[in-house]
């Protein structure tokens, strides 16, 4: 019975979690074996080092307090401060607006971390030159071997911070057939949450090219007030609405008032959900068919996820009801 609580409580980890334990434990076991070299003598990693010395002159003791002690002492720092940093993120989530809890989180990951290491690296004054060799090596290789991530990390920077869009905002990506709310703007990738629950993970590389549609529009605009307040969130709050364009397509045959009515009815039959009276016109005509846009306007972008299709459903069932009638 407790194996399979625990098996089943390992098959509910999410893969980042999964990784996180490894890299935690690996580093515990590391720390562990280092405590005890440490402070005692002629312990098995002592020996192994004694034999690989070879006729080098460096003690093993020495060599611990030089630059063993000095890693600890940055890795346990950085795990300090990067821990008190997500805790003070979460506390101060609710409070502040979710791009500015972004964009700090995103600032902390891209700072911190590369501080610590620079600084871990200047304590080998005596291998500046083989290190920055080395470096200059790796970096080559890397910039060979990951150059889309540092295009999507450029590009990252970019749409975190020219605001085109925010967490929250509506996006319609045409050419990718991707749409659905922002749920996360990272520095590599942007997160959607699509119709149906399921979630899209774009590169930001991909995103650069793409004809991107916004369709959060700005209501109204006041001021903050507070002091807290104009530095947690800005100058400005802005009441938002969503107008959603939906495309929907018919025979060129097909009865144009029909149609209409059909649109008309279905924009009735939604109207508490709606913010505004359906909206539409013809987008696109020709020979064989005519393509109509409607609009649909609402005041929480979560609501579209379902709206959206119990709508066209709707509509498609009020058609083909008046052209019973008509027949």
């Known amino acids: ?35 005890v070299s440490r402070f005692v003598d002629d312990t098995f990693v002592e020996v192994i080092f004694d034999n690989l010395k070879g006729e080098s002159e460096v003690i093993y003791k020495d060599f611990l307090k030089a630059y063993v002690d000095s890693f600890f002492i940055y890795a346990t720092c950085l795990i300090a401060i990067m821990w008190i940093m997500n ?17 700090i989180r995103v600032i902390i990951r891209v700072t911190v971390i590369p501080f610590f ?34 295009s999507d990390l450029i590009t990252g920077l970019y749409i975190l911070f020219s605001k085109h869009h925010n967490i929250g905002d509506y996006l319609i990506i045409p050419s990718l057939n991707i749409e659905g709310i922002v749920q996360e703007i990272s520095i590599n990738y942007l997160i959607i949450l699509q119709p149906g629950g399921t979630t899209s993970v774009i590169p930001n590389n991909k995103l650069k090219d793409q004809d991107i549609i916004n369709i959060t529009v700005v209501k109204e605009e006041k001021s903050r007030d507070g002091i807290s307040q104009l530095i947690m969130y800005g100058k400005k709050v802005s009441e938002v609405q969503y107008i959603y364009p939906l495309k929907w397509a018919c025979n060129s045959d097909d009865s144009h ?11 009735d039959d939604f109207k508490d959900f709606l913010e505004d009276k359906v909206n539409w016109h013809i987008s696109k005509r020709n020979r064989l068919d005519r393509e109509y846009t409607i609009m649909l306007t609402v005041i929480d972008s979560k609501s579209l996820l379902a709206l959206v299709p119990k709508f066209t459903k709707t509509l498609e069932e009020n058609y083909e009801k008046l052209k019973n009638k008509k027949r």
């Open 1 to 35: 019975m407790l194996y399979l609580k625990f098996k089943e409580k390992i098959a509910n980890l999410q893969k980042k979690q999964i990784i996180y334990g490894i890299l935690i434990l690996v580093f515990l076991t590391v720390f562990i074996i280092y405590l």
């Open 87 to 103: 805790f003070i993120l979460r506390t101060v989530k609710k409070r502040v607006s979710p791009d500015f809890h972004n964009a």
């Open 117 to 150: 290491i620079i600084a871990y690296l200047n304590k080998f004054p005596a291998f500046t030159g083989a290190i920055i060799g080395v470096a200059a090596t790796i970096g080559i290789a890397f910039g060979l071997a990951a150059s889309r991530y540092v």
């Open 257 to 267: 008032e029909m149609i209409a009515k059909a649109i008309e009815e279905t924009g």
